[in-house]
């Protein structure tokens, strides 16, 4: 049970030999000067990212080191920070901009949609925008509930955009620089919760992790368990539980990259096991889970043996501090999911 290290891009021993541990943030933080160091044409923009390093200090030490003619302070201006970097973009160089939080992004949402995913496509093809967009999302930190909002969905829905969550240090550094080195705008959702929830090895160097391609966390053969973010780690814990209790075993799926989704993994899976949960923090009605479970019906349904059943947060705003715990999928809802699909 565990990582499943085969998965990675780069050789086992290459990876160990030189190697540091780092938390998730400090692995972002790691990619991103690994990226500046190598191109001088990727720069970092956002609120607060020089001085003070950003909101999470994922930035921290960048204005020092890089200067700020590539770490810009910008004005609270959400539409302005990704208006300016898609005009970067477009005239040769790789912007890097954080929104301090997902919940924030909306008044640039229409920039994102309307211009940056769209122009690959209104050009047919002559110019692309090589532009990262980074913003911390999920609830579980006890900020108000603007701040912890989980709406992947909204960008997973539009054509031209990728969508990337890490749920580890390794994935987080090595998916930033795929993320980074990729023509085309990219949502780079960082899971808040995990942030400093653990320290992993993290290769020094460069490395990238593929983009659109799952990780195969844990192998069994009775169920199989799709996670994405901040969510890994409890449906992984349920995993160990259901196994220690009931003899289940489950493949236990972290999409990493929502646009595109690695179907195959998806469907490889679901064709051994038979059985599936859908476990995400986001609200129910409209979540990524819905179109999962269209791609499995549409690749796999004469496997199924039982209903595909969804752990999600509820249809409602993220409450406050005191029903934060209830909103968010637990080991224990996670787990009673499992045992409603093994027992149909």
């Known amino acids: 049970m565990g990582m499943n290290l085969l998965q990675h891009d780069k050789p086992l021993r290459d990876r160990i030999e030189k190697s540091t541990k780092l938390t998730l943030v ?14 001088p044409s990727v720069i970092v923009l956002g609120e607060d990212v020089g001085k003070n390093g950003g909101v999470f200090r994922a930035t921290d030490g960048l204005l020092a080191e ?29 912007p890097v901009a954080e929104i301090q939080f997902l919940g924030f992004i909306y008044p640039g949402f229409e920039q994102i949609v309307a211009h940056a995913a769209r122009i690959r496509t209104r050009t047919s093809g002559r ?17 108000p509930e603007l701040h912890s909002d989980s709406v992947e969905a909204y960008f997973f829905h539009t054509p031209g955009i990728k969508v990337v969550v890490p749920s580890n240090p390794y994935d987080a550094k090595g998916l930033l620089i795929a993320s980074i080195e990729d023509p085309d705008p990219v949502i780079f959702l ?18 990238t992790v593929a983009l659109g391609k799952a990780n195969l966390v844990q192998e069994g053969e009775d169920i199989t368990l799709i996670a994405w973010g901040n969510m890994v780690k409890p449906t992984l814990e349920a995993a160990q539980k259901m196994e220690k209790e009931k003899r289940y075993t489950a493949d236990v ?13 998806i469907v490889q899976s679901v ?43 509820y249809d409602v705003p993220v409450p406050l501090f005191s029903l934060e715990d209830d909103y968010l999928p637990s080991v224990a809802r996670i787990a009673d999911g499992i045992e409603r699909v093994m027992g149909f």
């Open 253 to 265: 799926i972290d999409l990493r990259t929502l646009y595109p989704l690695d179907r195959e993994t």
């Open 26 to 39: 400090q692995a972002v933080t790691d990619g991103l000067k690994t990226m500046m160091n190598e191109d």
């Open 127 to 143: 110019y692309t925008v090589p532009l990262v967009i980074r913003a911390p999302y999920g609830a579980g930190i006890r900020a």
């Open 271 to 313: 064709q051994k096991t038979g059985r599936v949960v859908i476990v995400h923090e986001a609200q129910r009605t409209g979540g990524v889970g819905t179109e999962l479970i269209s791609l499995i019906n549409d690749e796999a349904l004469l496997y199924l043996r039982a209903p595909i059943e969804r752990v999600t947060g």
């Open 190 to 207: 960082e899971p808040m919760k995990s942030y400093r929830s653990e320290r992993r090895e993290v290769p020094t160097g460069k490395y």
């Open 66 to 94: 890089f200067g700020d003619q590539r770490v810009i302070d910008t004005p609270l201006a959400e539409a302005g920070i990704i208006g300016t970097s898609i005009g970067l973009a477009l005239n040769g160089f790789r």
